[in-house]
């Protein structure tokens, strides 16, 4: 088996899939499936250990078209469209169709309400002109939980839905937190206004938090990062620092240098910073925009409305706990991790996806046809 994924970006400030969808392929392509990426080239892309069975190749959207033309069935049992919107995803969508080369389509939170109301009238022309066809006639629709599940029912979409979360690499996870006493509390992310960061930083200033300190790392726009720095420095707290991109070993090392992350987010299908942190052993605030309600069920962290009251709230009560009660919660999140979101048994749940749209085994319990 042979499968071409499609991304439109592998550049590291393009947010968690260009990292989630490089990491898990290389994995599939470990359990027998010879996978490959093609993505537009970027200036500074992350870093793919590639291998025989697991290729990566960047192709402009002219040359895409070209690669297009070429596409046969002969070549690719299936094809996987990691996003939406986006007409470099579009172009391998309907060259597959052409080919009758089955296709899944992964909408990485792009159909979530938060998303849909942003640019509306830009979306119903796109979901017009070719989006609502190129999802209608996919094979399948992946999605990540059930809250994006129910997104894509809602909007009428009565294709098989796969529902397979994103996977860390516990691996390269090399140690976990030990010591809850440096009064940290970090934001990780891309710096964007979906992210709620100003919800954050509001809510930071209604605390007395003398002694601590609050460290937000992520890239994004100038203009959106400068409006940010306004806000801090009107609200004076001078213990609130932007810390710019955190990559690597660096993102590891960053998150366990805090006691407790913070993704006050309006919108995620997955959030894979949450559970990056609940891997090291960090408890977690975020929000009912993500699937993350489990981390009040584990006590491994808290999931809140995204708004100022509740997330003032949620911080002083999190800020106030011992450091062996955040230890213990650092410690059910890791087990959390473990047991549900192992990237090696998500690479067997997208593997089977694959020989199921093939034929070449009965449906997961994972994909429903409701």
């Not at 949620?314 to 650092?330: D, F, I, N, Y």
Request: hydrophobic share 40%.
């Amino acid at each position: 088996m042979k499968v071409l994924n499609v991304i439109a970006s592998l550049d590291k400030s393009a947010g968690g899939p260009s990292r989630s969808v490089p990491q898990t392929c290389g994995h599939v392509s470990g359990l027998g499936v010879s996978v490959e990426i093609v993505a537009r080239p970027s200036r500074n892309p992350v870093q793919v250990a590639t291998t025989a069975a697991f290729q990566v190749n960047f192709l402009s959207l002219i040359k895409l078209v070209l690669f297009g033309l070429k596409l046969s069935k002969k070549e690719y049992s299936l094809v996987h469209l990691q996003h939406i919107w986006d007409p470099y995803i579009h172009v391998v969508a309907r060259f597959s169709r052409l080919s009758q080369i089955p296709y899944i389509i992964s909408p990485r939170g792009m159909l979530e309400p938060w998303i849909m109301k942003r640019h509306r009238l830009k979306k119903q022309l796109a979901m017009s002109v070719y989006q609502r066809r190129d999802l209608k006639e996919a094979a399948c629709i992946h999605v990540t939980s059930l809250m994006e599940k129910a997104s894509v029912r809602e909007l009428g979409f009565a294709n098989p839905v796969a529902l397979i979360p994103n996977g860390i690499d516990i691996e390269r996870v090399s140690t976990a937190k030990d010591t809850f006493e440096k009064n940290r509390v970090v934001f990780l992310s891309r710096i964007h206004e979906k992210k709620g960061i100003e919800l954050l930083v509001e809510a930071w200033g209604k605390l007395d938090t003398e002694g601590w300190e609050l460290e937000i790392a992520g890239e994004g726009a100038y203009s959106y990062l400068n409006k940010l720095k306004a806000e801090i420095t009107k609200g004076r707290k001078q213990n609130i620092r932007l810390v710019g991109a955190k990559y690597g070993n660096d993102k590891w090392e960053f998150l366990k240098s805090a006691d407790l992350m913070v993704l006050p987010t309006y919108s995620e299908n997955f959030g894979n910073v949450v559970a990056e942190a609940l891997a090291v052993g960090v408890p977690v605030i975020t929000t009912t925009g993500t699937p993350w309600v489990e981390l009040n069920t584990t006590r491994s962290g808290w999931c809140i409305a995204p708004e100022v009251q509740q997330l003032t709230e949620t911080l002083k009560l999190a800020m106030s706990l011992p450091p062996e009660e955040l230890k213990e919660m650092g410690q059910n999140g890791q087990k959390l991790i473990a047991e549900k979101y192992d990237i090696k048994q998500i690479a067997k749940q997208i593997k089977e996806m694959y020989e199921w749209i093939e034929g070449r085994i009965e449906k997961p319990d994972f994909v429903y046809l409701d």
